[in-house]
């Protein structure tokens, strides 16, 4: 099976406390650290999985400039076979629709069986995988947290409400994003994003991919972002102070009078 | 200003509760404008909604199908891309049916897409304003979104204050003869439910809920030993179990449990909406997180900025001393 997997390089929430910057026009970006979008990862995991099952090769892409390629490097770490960088000033300030317009144009570049995406990232929409499957005209399935090759079909399962699964049949080739809890993400240590640091990514721009400049980027974005800002915080919790004696034996008259103490 | 639509999802009969918000959300796009609502689905369940949902929208477009029985999006998007009209502007409840749909829905009616609504602040010219968050609620960001060609909009559930005034008296029109060829490359199977684990956490009056700020799965001991002296019982957040450190059944939120408790003590976790969706009858909640930034600090009713590794062993031992 030949997969290919969208990944995204994003600020680490585990890592930093995102904070609206002084003029509020970005979130603070000095000292932030970057990662794999958490959701790509499983997403990587699981292809590197159903490749080691069923044969075939793994291919991670992203849009985004040099720094994106650490991502690219990162999953190849993993066990990705190949990456592929789409680069071009013009992708800049891209919407959803961008986003999936440039993957599309990279999809149908090479012969996949089988896309993966996470299903959303911190800074994201959870847009691009469904935009994606339509502009292809495959099926599309969110959310996934199961996958069974069975032939030309896979068995899929569902992350639906109440920590139910929804199981469907789908044919391939098709688009899936996925979910958080699919796997186990293996472990990279420094001496795997050694092995692959010199492995040649190809970069792919607007006119190697066949793209309308006008159609990705800032200029054909429908949906911009204005601002950022930090929310009213309406009422607020009551913070306890003082030290940690004071503020437990604070917390502790709470309790009791709410009944959570036995 | 185009139509404005509501999709309407539902289960055993009943519309969810969104079909009461997104009337709300329409109308601050634009006050004047006649919302239809969208039902879809099959047999006397789908009847039945459809009456139901006519006490708040003023037009319901009702579509009967057997392909439609069970809300598979790619069914559901062929039919609302042949029955909408060319700039229409949809609104979706933001669960995990719409985020199945609506980024695909928009590619095909060649409409924008803005996701996850927190709140909407009209349109002019053309330009739809809207709020949403980003980063799990830490930031929030006003996001314009041309809709001059139609918009998939999708409304985060909860968002809206619900329209109960049950006064529209709307109209159903049975739109079932418009369906068309609903043939797709995705059947549904089944719904496996959720497994039961030891422990019920939606029986405890009391839970010690642990998110990320745990650190390491040898840490869930504290918050077991703090559990312990309070009477209550230990869940937590989705990363928990991701991780495989506690069982599914303990995770509280839209994709795990929904609960109920009296005191709900949330150490070391963000709030992010999703959590918080799985938290009703609103308890008294204890945040404690040493990220002073943490949504929960919003909701919470008090608030301790600590490390929860420091700070229960040593609110477990008082509350062994009392």
């Given at each position: 099976m030949e997969i290919l997997v969208c990944v995204k390089r994003v600020p680490d929430t585990a890592e930093n406390e995102i904070e609206v910057n002084g003029s509020g026009t970005?979130?603070?970006?000095?000292?932030l650290v970057y990662s794999v979008n958490e959701w790509d990862n499983y997403a990587v995991e699981e292809a590197i999985q159903i490749r080691d099952k069923v044969g075939g090769s793994v291919t991670v892409v992203t849009v985004g400039d040099d720094e994106a390629e650490e991502v690219l490097r990162r999953e190849m770490a993993m066990g990705a076979d190949n990456g592929i960088l789409l680069t071009d000033?013009?992708?800049?300030?891209?919407d959803g629709k961008g986003t999936a317009t440039l993957l599309k144009a990279a999809v149908e570049k090479g012969k996949y069986d089988l896309i993966l995406t996470g299903a959303q990232a911190d800074d994201g929409a959870g847009q691009v995988g469904g935009m994606l499957a339509a502009m292809l005209d495959y099926p599309y399935a969110s959310l996934v947290n199961k996958i069974e090759v069975d032939g030309d079909k896979l068995k899929v399962g569902r992350e639906i409400e109440g920590g139910n699964q929804e199981m469907n049949e789908i044919s391939l080739p098709c688009v899936l994003s996925i979910q958080t809890g699919i796997n186990e993400p293996r472990y990279v240590g420094i001496r795997g994003i050694r092995k692959v640091a010199s492995v040649d990514i190809p970069e792919l721009s607007a006119g190697d991919l066949g793209?309308?400049?006008?159609?990705?980027g800032e200029a054909g974005a429908k949906v911009k972002r204005l601002d950022y800002f930090v929310p009213e915080l309406g009422e607020g919790a009551e913070m306890l102070e003082g030290s940690t004696e004071e503020i437990i034996a604070k917390l502790i008259e709470h309790l009791k009078a709410k009944g959570g103490l036995k | 200003m185009a139509d404005i639509y509501a999709y309407i999802t539902h289960r055993n009969g009943v519309a969810d509760d969104s079909a009461l918000e997104l009337i709300v959300a329409a109308k601050k796009i634009d006050a004047g404008a006649t919302v239809t609502a969208i039902v879809t689905g099959s047999g006397s369940e789908l009847d039945q909604v459809a009456e139901a949902v006519a006490a708040t929208y003023p037009k319901v477009m009702k579509y009967g199908n057997e392909a439609l029985a069970y809300p598979n999006a790619e069914a559901v998007r062929k039919l609302l891309v042949d029955v909408l009209p060319a700039d229409a502007v949809i609104l979706v409840p933001h669960d995990t049916f719409g985020m199945d749909l609506s980024p695909g829905l928009s590619i095909k009616l060649d409409s924008a897409f803005v996701s996850d609504v927190v709140d909407i602040e009209g349109v002019e010219g053309g330009t739809l304003k809207v709020i949403r968050q980003e980063y799990s609620g830490m930031v929030s960001t006003h996001v314009a979104c041309d809709v001059s060609k139609g918009a998939v909009v999708n409304v985060r559930p909860g968002s809206f204050a619900p329209d109960?005034?049950?006064?529209?008296?709307g109209s159903v029109e049975d739109k079932s003869g418009d369906v068309g060829d609903l043939s797709c490359g995705r059947r549904f199977l089944e719904v496996v439910e959720a497994e039961v684990g030891?422990?019920?956490?939606?029986?405890?009056?009391?839970l010690v809920s642990v998110g990320r700020?745990?650190?390491?799965?040898?840490?869930?001991e504290i918050a077991q030993e703090l559990a312990d002296a309070m009477g209550a019982v230990v869940s937590c957040s989705r990363p928990i179990v991701d991780a495989k450190w506690l069982e599914k059944s303990r995770q509280v939120g839209t994709s795990g449990q929904t609960v109920k408790p009296k005191v709900y003590m949330a150490c070391g976790i963000s709030g992010s909406f999703q959590h918080m969706g799985g938290i009703k009858g609103s308890p008294f909640i204890v945040a404690i997180n040493k990220n002073v930034k943490a949504p929960i600090f919003q909701v919470a009713d008090i608030g301790i900025e600590a490390d929860i590794l420091d700070f229960l062993p040593e609110l477990t031992e008082a509350i062994n001393d009392l």
């Open positions: 970005d979130i603070e970006r000095d000292d000033d013009a992708f800049e300030g891209s793209v309308d400049a006008a159609t990705v | 109960e005034s049950q006064s529209a008296g030891d422990v019920d956490i939606t029986k405890s009056d009391v700020g745990i650190e390491d799965e040898e840490n869930i």
